[in-house]
């Protein structure tokens, strides 16, 4: 299974991007979907994580009101909406996929997700 995040970019503050990925798995719909990110010198952060079916979702409070995460299993995708866009949510975007049985189980911690893609890099320029 492969993740590839796409939908970065340089934007200005207050401005809005959506990324997405889309793992290439037929069992997309058995894995809770997470965003993270990891600015220079610091370390990956949790940024919001959504359920199987889509209906739990958790954010961190830095983002909360501001992002919203979403998917279509239909077409295998998750995205990651994100509104009045800050200087300090300039990192490197992640996302990845937790295997669960559970049809609600949501995670914030990066060690529960088994699966990694590559980063889309987001600049948000003041």
């Known amino acids: 299974v492969q993740l590839q995040a796409s939908g970065g970019g340089l934007v200005q503050a207050g401005d809005s991007l959506r990324l997405s990925c889309a793992p290439s798995a037929r069992t997309f719909s058995f894995y809770a979907m997470g965003w993270f990110r990891q600015a220079p010198g610091k370390e990956r952060e949790f940024v919001a994580t959504?359920?199987?079916?889509?209906?739990?979702?958790y954010y961190a409070e830095s983002v909360k009101g501001r992002f919203a995460i979403s998917r279509d299993n239909a077409k295998n995708t998750v995205y990651l909406q994100m509104d009045s866009l800050e200087p300090g949510d300039t990192a490197v975007y992640y996302c990845?996929?937790?295997?669960?049985?559970?049809?609600?189980?949501?995670?914030?911690?990066?060690?529960?997700?088994?699966?990694w893609g590559q980063g889309t890099q987001v600049t948000v320029s003041s």
């Open positions: 959504a359920g199987r079916t889509g209906g739990s979702t």
């Open positions: 990845a996929a937790d295997f669960s049985w559970a049809t609600d189980h949501i995670s914030d911690r990066p060690n529960d997700y088994e699966l």
